[in-house]
């Protein structure tokens, strides 16, 4: 693998396109495995929003999809697979029943309403744009596509929160295997360093610069709720995909999006709330021979660096800081429990 091609589209099969909304602080962006990709779904928070989840589970008639779609724009931005579903019909892509081909693609979304212009939505045209858009290079990262309008760190409400984005990571593991994951942060919770414990972006204190570490303010909040200012139901959340060149079954492959999301417990704290909808797909695209259980263990390691990864190269948007722009922030207040 090429060392300056560390994203998910250095797994052989995948392109990455994204259509990015700057100004509304939204965007979408889809996973292209036109050819067909075995794939499996985990979705593990308590506010979910998704399309074509059931069929991914073992047991269901179809096997392969054809792109993932990830967005911003809360359940309006399910309307941009529409455009992916036009454009990879164009392309002859899809499962053929017969009289037709239909594009098999599975979507999932996160809440940005609220930082951006919330009448700014991905919608079909935006999704046949990152098709048009998609290559096999590497993949841009920060704020960008799913990532454009994400934040962390939303217990005291947005304006104590940070900017999140969009991260992409992916591994050589030998013989010709690659595992690689990319996410759009938008996490209830804080991001921290996987190995230090360090938060890197997260909720801050009231009129400070100071994080204001949500696991202890949740302690703090004990027995109140949610608290006031929080952006409550279905408004954050953790999507992605991770990617093998790996043969695997539905199975297997279903197995390797439940172990990954071990990556995003080891990035986010707290992770898999009933305020987060985390959600992410698995997809096999090779032939090549390897053991389900690397390839899982692996995943989570690229899950939880593409989530670092995107909280580093978010810029400030929205009036919210990112994490660059936060080096002087105090930490001490780190949750030690």
């Not at 940070?162 to 804080?190: C, H, P, R, Y």
Request: proline letters at 4%.
């Amino acid at each position: 693998m090429d060392e300056a091609h560390l994203t998910i589209t250095a797994v052989p099969g995948i392109r990455v396109g994204q259509a990015t909304d700057l100004e509304g602080l939204t965007g979408c962006t889809v996973v292209l495995c036109q050819e067909g990709a075995v794939a499996g779904v985990d979705q593990r928070g308590g506010a979910p929003g998704t399309r074509e989840t059931d069929l991914l589970r073992p047991m269901h008639l179809v096997e392969k999809v054809n792109a993932v779609v990830l967005a911003g724009g809360s359940s309006f931005g399910l309307a941009a697979v529409d455009g992916v579903m036009r454009y990879l019909e164009e392309q002859g892509a899809g499962f053929d029943a017969g009289v037709a081909r239909v594009p098999i693609v599975p979507a999932a979304i996160l809440f940005d309403l609220d930082l951006g212009d919330p009448g700014a939505r991905p919608d079909a045209a935006m999704g046949y744009a990152a098709c048009q858009a998609a290559g096999a290079g590497p993949v841009a990262e920060g704020n960008v596509g799913a990532g454009a309008g994400a934040s962390v760190g939303s217990i005291l409400g947005p304006g104590c929160a940070m900017k999140g984005g969009l991260g992409s990571a992916a591994i050589a593991l030998g013989d010709g295997l690659t595992v690689g994951a990319v996410v759009a942060v938008n996490a209830f919770g804080d991001v921290v360093d996987p190995l230090s414990g360090k938060i890197l972006a997260g909720v801050r204190m009231p009129g400070s610069d100071a994080f204001a570490d949500t696991m202890a303010v949740m302690c703090r909040m004990a027995g109140g709720g949610q608290g006031e200012g929080s952006r409550g139901w279905g408004a954050n959340t953790v999507i992605g995909v991770v990617a093998t060149n790996a043969r695997l079954t539905k199975e297997e492959v279903n197995k390797v999006a439940q172990m990954a999301q071990d990556g995003i417990a080891r990035a986010v704290r707290p992770a898999h709330t009933m305020f987060d909808g985390d959600t992410l797909f698995a997809l096999a695209t090779g032939d090549e021979a390897a053991d389900v259980n690397l390839v899982g263990a692996y995943a989570a390691e690229m899950v939880a660096e593409a989530i670092v990864r995107g909280v580093r190269a978010a810029e400030g948007a929205g009036g919210l800081p990112a994490c660059r722009d936060a080096r002087s922030l105090d930490s001490a207040s780190l949750h030690s429990g």
